[in-house]
T-cell receptor, first 115, second 113 residues
Framework: DTGVSQDPRHKITKRGQNVTFRCDPI?????LYWYRQTLGQGPEFLTY????????KSRLLSDRFSAERPKGSFSTLEIQRTEQGDSAMYLC?????????????FGQGTRLTVV | LAKTTQPISMDSYEGQEVNITCSHN???????ITWYQQFPSQGPRFIIQ???TKVTNEVASLFIPADRKSSTLSLPRVSLSDTAVYYC??????????????FGKGTKLSVIP
């Protein structure tokens, strides 16, 4: 089963450090999404790509957050100068470019703990 | 953004049918209604989507009245493994065939033996 893969699954970092997460979508999916989820809340949309184009990034939480998808395949999410409030689960999802479909496939997430 | 409102939690006994209702009063014409399921420490999983009337798949049914301001997810004969958080979303059309998914807090369903 080649689902959405995220790496690492867990990351502990000290406040002020930079972290980068990787997402490998399902191979034929051209849309890729990043979400953040804190305890007791639903996933919060951050950004999305269609192929290598980042079509929505206004929801990125601050300018410390950035995402790339250089070749339209895997994507990375970077958080610079981490803060304790960045501690959360970071979820990646991918989907096909269908006209009428709200089905996205999520990875298991990267749990970030900032100490 | 189309906001959804659903119960925070529900309990059900095994074998019962469970109906979770969601309201989405400001749904737009091009928006679709979607439900996802999430287990602890996993990403959400798509259950079903619909535009109007009734949609059924192997997992659930989705009932949408004519005004589309609410929807009901129906899970037949739940088992303990259906204990999860269920999210009602309005997939908002953002152009070029793209739908943006905005999650709320979801409904935590607990199935009791």
């Amino acid at each position: 089963d080649t689902g959405v893969s995220q790496d690492p699954r867990h990351k502990i970092t000290k406040r002020g450090q930079n972290v980068t997460f990787r997402c490998d979508p399902i191979s034929e999916h051209n849309r890729l999404y990043w979400y953040r989820q804190t305890l007791g809340q639903g996933p919060e949309f951050l950004t999305y790509f269609q192929n290598e184009a980042q079509l929505e990034k206004s929801r990125l939480l601050s300018d410390r957050f950035s995402a790339e998808r250089p070749k339209g395949s895997f994507s990375t999410l970077e958080i610079q100068r981490t803060e304790q409030g960045d501690s959360a689960m970071y979820l990646c999802a991918s989907s096909l470019n269908r006209v009428v479909s709200t089905e996205a496939f999520f990875g298991q997430g990267t749990r970030l703990t900032v100490v | 953004l189309a906001k959804t409102t659903q119960p925070i939690s529900m309990d059900s006994y095994e074998g019962q049918e469970v109906n979770i209702t969601c309201s989405h009063n400001n749904i737009a014409t091009n928006d679709y209604i979607t439900w996802y399921q999430q287990f602890p420490s996993q990403g959400p999983r798509f259950i079903i989507q619909g535009y109007k009337t009734k949609v059924t798949n192997e997992v659930a049914s989705l009932f949408i009245p004519a005004d589309r301001k609410s929807s009901t997810l129906s899970l037949p004969r739940v088992s303990l493994s259906d204990t999860a958080v269920y999210y009602c979303l309005v997939g908002e059309y953002s152009g070029a065939g793209s739908y943006q998914l905005t999650f709320g807090k979801g409904t935590k369903l607990s199935v009791i033996p």
